[in-house]
């Protein structure tokens, strides 16, 4: 297991774990981002590197609210890796869960085969 820290603008500060297994099927990433929803949150994957990206809102204040300072951060990051060469990932069946402020992706693994061919014209 690797932990990774990140560094965040606005100083909204996150964790990220990233474990994999090998020579297990899949490749697992959580990520946790406390006070962000799952509708803020998106993550990408471009050849062989994983984007994770989600941002934390503002909340908003109501008129009788009697809060005079507040200590929250906001703002939005992503944070990029790569996956562990040589793994194809199948897209198609990775799933993605949010639970207690923590986000869990687990990419399977293409199954081997010949690589994608390219046709000439």
Known sequence: MRAHSLRVKNGMPASLTQTGRRPGRDIGVRIELPATKKQD??????????????????????ADSSWHTGERGCGAFQRSFPLPFPYRVAIDA????????????????APAGAPDPITVS
């Not at 990775?94 to 693994?109: E, H, V, Y």
Request: aromatic share 8%; proline share 3%; glycine share 2%.
């Open 41 to 62: 949150c998106r993550v990408l994957v471009d050849y062989r590197v994983l984007y994770w990206q989600a941002e934390r809102r503002v909340a908003r204040e109501r």
């Open 94 to 109: 990775a799933t993605a869960n949010r639970r207690d402020g923590a986000s869990t992706l687990r990419l399977p693994k």
